[in-house]
Nanobody
Framework: QVQLVESGGGLVQAGGSLRLSCAAS????????MGWYRQAPGKQRELVAR???????NYADSVKGRFTISRDNAMNTVYLQMNSLKPEDTAVYYC????????????????WGQGTQVTVSS
């Protein structure tokens, strides 16, 4: 079984910064891509940023130039550096690992973290 554990959320004033982390654990052989999604109250979950194991990252237009996604493949960890935060960034942020191959049992699947709250005050 794969677990994704997120950390780094919290309350910050507008213009401030936060760094989210998400560590995947389990019998992981490889992870194709990792990403962050968010869901604000009353809204659908939306992509924030994704980073494949090889290739270019992609970002939602609303966060380009403010957020940076990175990953440590050896640690199966993905990060989201969030700068110049705005009140409209307030949401629960979810980590996603796509195309995860595990060895016990052998399986290819996607996984989600439990979510971490980010609140930006004006």
């Amino acid at each position: 079984q794969v677990q994704l554990v997120e950390s780094g959320g919290g309350l910050v004033q507008a213009g401030g910064s936060l760094r989210l982390s998400c560590a995947a654990s389990g019998s992981i052989l490889s992870i194709n891509d990792m990403g962050w999604y968010r869901q604000a109250p009353g809204k659908q979950r939306e992509l924030v940023a994704r980073i494949p194991s090889g290739g270019t990252t992609n970002y939602a237009d609303s966060v380009k130039g403010r957020f940076t996604i990175s990953r440590d493949n050896a640690m199966n960890t993905v990060y989201l550096q969030m700068n110049s935060l705005k009140p409209e960034d307030t949401a629960v942020y979810y980590c996603n690992a796509g195309g995860v191959i595990t060895t016990a049992p052998w399986r290819l699947a996607d996984y989600w973290g439990q979510g971490t709250q980010v609140t930006v005050s004006s």
